[in-house]
């Protein structure tokens, strides 16, 4: 073999190396993500209610990722995704316990579905302090609590939060009938934009606020003040 056929052969093998490990590092990390599928599979296959189902899940988590970003504040993403996939577990059975608040339940229990998925667990305890605070009634310790909190805030608000509370109206005539949702929506208005608290999603109470306020004073006026909702 010539010389220049052997630096020819010697770069085409290098040039097969570097691309062999650059696959061996895609798959490594697709491997260390492999706990994402699990965790949406897990949302999608139990979480079946319209109003904090795992649409809801998916909403915050991109709201919430989308906050932080605007502000330029670092989110760690596992936490982040982790924590907006999984903080309504204990509004569904088993996991639900009427005696006790589904934000404490959930963030008691959640190690139990991350272990063994792949999910780094030394950082369980942040996704437990941002589940225990994603309520707007409640006080958030740190960036991903703060965005949760505030994407699950800004999903009450808005055409999405009509959307979620109208959906469930019992259609059969039972509760919540179509006036008692429209009293959460009324408690959502007067309660929620004043909880969210950073900077990016303050920026989004404003229109969130107008079209939930023009909603209601819309089907006020077409339904008699509701006497014929």
Known sequence: MSIVKLIARLVQIAAFATIAASYARGATAGEGDHWRQTVREFAALHFKNPAWGYSHCVRDYELGRRLAADDHV???????????YLHDMAAFPPWAN??????????????????DTGFPMTKIDAVRSAIRTHMFNREPVGPEALYLHDADALDWLGAVGVAR?????????????GPAVIKMLDDNLAQVPTRVLSPAGRALVSARKAQLQQFLLDLRQQTDDLRAL
Do not use: N
Request: proline share 7%.
């Open 74 to 84: 670092a989110v760690d993403d596992d936490v982040m995704f982790a924590a907006s």
């Open 98 to 115: 009427p005696k006790l608040d589904h934000a404490d339940e959930a963030a008691r229990l959640v190690d139990s579905i991350l272990m």
């Open 165 to 177: 509370i109208i959906a469930l109206v019992d259609p059969t005539g039972g509760e919540p009938s």
